[in-house]
């Protein structure tokens, strides 16, 4: 139950705070000319090695979910 609460409240927080063109450039590294994009579903699903709370691992899937889902550049890592 609580991985399921955590999934359904990630995708209201990504809902309100994600665009279509996500403004925030802390997560993209410029390296030789190219951009490394950490889109938040790389993070999340990263992340969900470090995490056994039910809840918090809910968060995470919701994010990876929603990322994948949401954005039709969601593979583009290296721009």
Known sequence: MMF???ILISFMLYKNTCRPHCP???NQIKI???TLHLHHWLT???AL???RNPFIRGLL???VI???GMYD???KIIK
Request: aromatic content about 20%; cysteine-free.
């Open 73 to 75: 550049d969601w593979y």
């Open 32 to 34: 030789f000319g190219r």
């Open 61 to 63: 899937v919701g994010g």
């Open 49 to 51: 090695a470090y995490f």
């Open 66 to 68: 929603h990322g994948i």
């Open 4 to 6: 399921v609460l955590g």
């Open 24 to 26: 925030s450039t802390l």
């Open 44 to 46: 999340s699903l990263l």
